[in-house]
């Protein structure tokens, strides 16, 4: 038995580990432990633990503003993926989903029309409610009236139920004052119809098709028709003629674009001709007519499905709209246009994308609007994510955040458990979309993790 040793009465050697087999710790006032000593409960009681997830979402918050004040394609980091929908190069699995070039994600197709918010005009000549469509103002002229505008037939037509019918009398149509200046007044734009011309039945040399104006050829403004003598087609101000005509009783279609200052125009689908010379614009005042010349009727024969777009400096007629570019050759519309139409759900995911190391838990911030109506999150807009390539999909629930901007609306989730994995996706669901009623837009997403 170790007999007790005053420690007075220490005075060489040292302590064995017998001589203090209960030391408070109070009495340690100086020195160091050595590594490994303390036990790790000893540390993390005393510990404030710390929540990253308001870092977190600030910084995503702000690379969201940068992509889309940048207009950068999806992009990753060591911690986060960020899509603004600038292009389609992110996403994939779009299920009655589409990308407007608005750079938003919503439920629905887009038709055969391409992107509405560049549609101007849209004339299908079917005597009913939806024979006009776009950014416009119905026509001034009147249909189906003798002498006021052109008339509706159902014995000639292409597509549909009907076509317009100009006898070259008194038949046409003007469009408000200003549309033809609201519309095209600088810039690229393009005009699409199919027309069935007549016989020259009342030996008038040049039928007017369509003119940027109404006051007798202004020789500032943009103007197209065709001979009566060989039908090809020629721009009146622009002095551009093709080299083909159009077929006389037979439906041809017949394309116009203004691009990069260059007029081209295409003959059931072929380019007529390369080399145009700078195009005249339309008039910024005057009206926009389809069957005059300078208020007078000129053109005898038919019109369906007249098409007016508007395009900004990157885009061209090409743009959902036809197959190739703007020097090939295409194959004219085989179907009236449709708009774009709402589907009640849809869903879309990113492409995946690889982390560094697995991962079992993930966040994500998404940017919505609410275009009609007002969705409601984990209802009528779910988000899904995996960390498996999405084998398996775990559903979040998303909570509100502060505004984004103005009508565009932010919501989060943070630390979602998942099946651990390095094959990182989202999936976002759209559920109860009605045209007018209730129709969201993703504007953006930045995936964390």
């Keep these: 038995m170790t007999k007790a040793r005053d420690l007075a009465n220490i005075i060489s050697g040292g302590f064995t580990e017998s001589d203090i087999p209960n030391l408070s710790a109070s009495k340690i006032t100086s020195g160091t432990f050595a590594d490994a000593r303390i036990a790790a409960s000893n540390v993390s009681q005393h510990a404030t633990s710390f929540d990253d997830n308001k870092i977190v979402n600030d910084i995503s918050t702000l690379a969201l503003r940068q992509a889309s004040n940048e207009n950068k394609a999806a992009y990753n980091t060591n911690s986060m993926y960020v899509d603004v929908f600038q292009d389609a190069t992110g996403i994939t699995n779009l299920t009655n989903t589409l990308r407007d070039s608005g750079e938003f994600i919503s439920s629905g197709d887009g038709g055969t029309v391409g992107d509405t918010s ?182 005898w024969g038919y019109m369906d499905e007249f098409r007016l777009m508007k395009y900004a400096p990157t885009k061209t007629v090409g743009d959902a709209l036809y197959t190739g570019d703007t020097t090939s050759n295409f194959t ?58 999405g084998s398996n999909y775990s559903t979040a629930t998303l909570t509100a955040m502060p505004d984004f901007a103005s009508g ?26 009605a045209n007018g009623s209730k129709q969201a837009r993703i504007r953006g997403v930045s995936l964390q993790y």
């Design 118 to 299: 560049n549609l101007n005009l849209l004339l299908h000549f079917d005597n009913n409610s939806n024979d006009s469509s776009g950014n416009s103002n119905n026509p001034t002229g009147a249909f189906g009236n003798s002498g006021t505008g052109p008339s509706f037939s159902t014995g000639t037509k292409k597509f549909g139920t009907h076509s317009a019918s100009f006898d070259g009398s008194n038949d046409y149509l003007t469009f408000n004052q200003g549309d033809g200046g609201t519309w095209f007044g600088s810039g690229d734009w393009a005009y699409d119809m199919w027309v069935l011309p007549n016989a020259n039945s009342n030996n008038t040399n040049y039928r007017r098709i369509l003119g940027g104006h109404l006051t007798q050829d202004s020789s500032n403004y943009h103007q197209m028709g065709f001979y009566s003598t060989t039908n090809r087609i020629h721009t009146y101000n622009d002095t551009i003629d093709t080299t083909n005509g159009l077929t006389l009783g037979s439906w041809n279609h017949i394309l116009v674009q203004r691009a990069d200052n260059v007029m081209k125009i295409w003959i059931n689908g072929t380019l007529d001709n390369q080399t145009l010379s700078t195009s005249k614009n339309f008039n910024t005042t005057n009206d926009l007519g389809l069957g005059h010349d300078g208020g007078n009727a000129k053109y």
């Design 332 to 389: 004219p519309p085989t179907e009236a246009y449709s708009l774009p139409s709402v589907n009640a759900t849809g869903s879309f995911e990113n492409n995946a994308i690889t982390a560094s190391s697995s991962t079992n838990k993930m966040g994500a911030i998404i940017t919505y609007q609410d275009h009609a109506g007002t969705n409601a999150l984990n209802t009528d807009i779910v988000l899904k994510l995996s960390a498996d390539g």
């Design 408 to 433: 565009i609306k932010m919501a989060k989730v943070n630390d979602l458990s998942v099946t651990a994995g390095t094959s990182l996706k989202y999936k976002l669901e759209f559920a109860n979309q």
